[in-house]
């Protein structure tokens, strides 16, 4: 590997989580904003409940998507792409309108851009994982876990697409019930068990007995030779 590359794989960390850390720094400034800015939240009405709902979901899909990036910056390295270093900002973005959108008359586009979101960030976790896995750098970790399938991702898959339906839903009809209610606490449901499994596999990888790659190699080659005798 030339000396570009290695320089690289050895500034991702510092690059993309001080990128990060600045956009999710602002969305939460302008979440605090919000929250300390509409009276509307500190009322005894039903709007006021499903106001708190979103933000507690935007406060935690923050903290979702900074884990995402800073598990994997941490435990692996890569060569990135061009597109890895916009996708930050594409985030950013995503959770400012968000915010922006915290209004009843809004909800409809609000589920939209979640499913879009949390579409982003399954998105960037996997892109991440697939490069990694194709480093050797990273072979203690992956030489013991099998690749992810379709079948991973149906859950996903799910979320996002009921959100669809039901931001398209709330935008003709205007809702706002216990269906609106229900379709909140599956997002906050996802994300939670989205961070809970971001942890799993964090202790996982820093549990990781002795990886000897000359020892990997050479057990490689003889297998290679036995197969071919």
Known sequence: MHQISKRVKANIPTVVLTMLGIIQAFALEL?????????????MTWQAFMSWTQVVIILVGIIAIWLVYACNASRF???PSIQEFVLPFWVGLMQF?????????????????????????????QATMRKARND???AAFFSST????????????????????????????????????????LILGFLCVQIRLLAVWWNRSINLPEYDSADSASKSNNDDNSNTG
């Open 31 to 43: 979440l605090w904003n919000y929250v300390s800015g509409t009276a509307l939240l500190y009322s």
């Open 146 to 185: 099998s690749a992810a399938t379709w079948r991973d991702f149906s859950p996903p898959i799910i979320v996002v697409t009921l959100l669809l339906f039901a931001g398209a839903y709330e935008g003709v009809t205007g809702a706002y019930n216990f269906f609106t209610l229900a379709t909140l606490l």
């Open 136 to 138: 050797p750098d990273n």
């Open 77 to 79: 390295v890569w060569v």
């Open 97 to 125: 309108m968000l915010i922006q959108l915290l209004d009843r008359a809004w909800m409809g586009l609000w589920l939209v851009l979640m499913a879009f979101l949390i579409a982003t960030m399954i998105w960037i976790g």
